[in-house]
T-cell receptor
């Protein structure tokens, strides 16, 4: 089975720009969650998508937005980038319910 | 925000020794999960323990949960150099409906020397 894949692996952007990160779910998984992990910290929940609808959001501003497509792949969009947005962005898919999360290897975003 | 704290922040042991990591949390939970992360890569799920369970085993892993103390521990027995990684506990809130919403601790960095 194909695992969770994320693209790109690394990205450098300038403050004020916009960025789109992409995630392909593991086969058969209908739920996607996005996490932000700052250096030396644990991941923080951004939001979750189930059947193309957002159904949970963490403490992140509206400039963080997302999409889930009919094939369950997903995008994370961040507008008006700030220096503090520099982090590893992790996508995780699951079968729903309390099944374990399967993480991709993340996108390392650097904002200069 | 982080749910709680993990202790110790870093642990260094020799191959063959046991490693114990502790996690504390603050809210009522449905379940607690442990994940492993190798040097900035994705996290790998290790084990899930439900709030009505007290102990769970998986291979060389043993997890305990004390909901009265809001704490959990992960024991790795007979450690190997390949166990070197960061270990995170993560909690799922009781009554939550966003099943993918986990609150992670700050992690324990485990180094196993050959």
């Amino acid at each position: 089975e194909t695992g969770v894949t994320q693209s790109p692996t690394h990205l450098i952007k300038t403050r004020g720009q916009q960025v789109t990160l992409r995630c392909s779910s593991q086969s058969g998984h209908n739920t996607v969650s996005w996490y932000q992990q700052a250096l030396g910290q644990g991941p923080q929940f951004i939001f979750q998508y189930y059947r193309e609808e957002e159904n949970g959001r963490g403490n992140f501003p509206p400039r963080f937005s997302g999409l889930q497509f009919p094939n369950y792949s997903s995008e994370l969009n961040v507008n008006a980038l700030e220096l503090d947005d520099s982090a590893l962005y992790l996508c995780a898919s699951s079968l729903g319910g309390w099944s374990p999360l399967h993480f991709g290897n993340g996108t390392r975003l650097t904002v200069t | 925000s982080q749910q709680g704290e993990e202790d110790p922040q870093a642990l260094s042991i020799q191959e063959g020794e046991n490693a114990t990591m502790n996690c504390s949390y603050k809210t009522s939970i449905n379940n607690l999960q442990w994940y492993r992360q190798n040097s900035g890569r994705g996290l790998v799920h290790l084990i899930l323990i439900r709030s009505n369970e007290r102990e769970k085993h998986s291979g060389r892993l043993r997890v305990t949960l004390d909901t009265s103390k809001k704490s959990s521990s992960l024991l790795i027995t007979a450690s190997r150099a390949a166990d070197t990684a960061s270990y995170f506990c993560a909690t799922a809130d009781a009554g939550g409906t966003s099943y993918g919403k986990l609150t992670f601790g700050q992690g324990t960095i485990l180094t196993v020397h050959p």
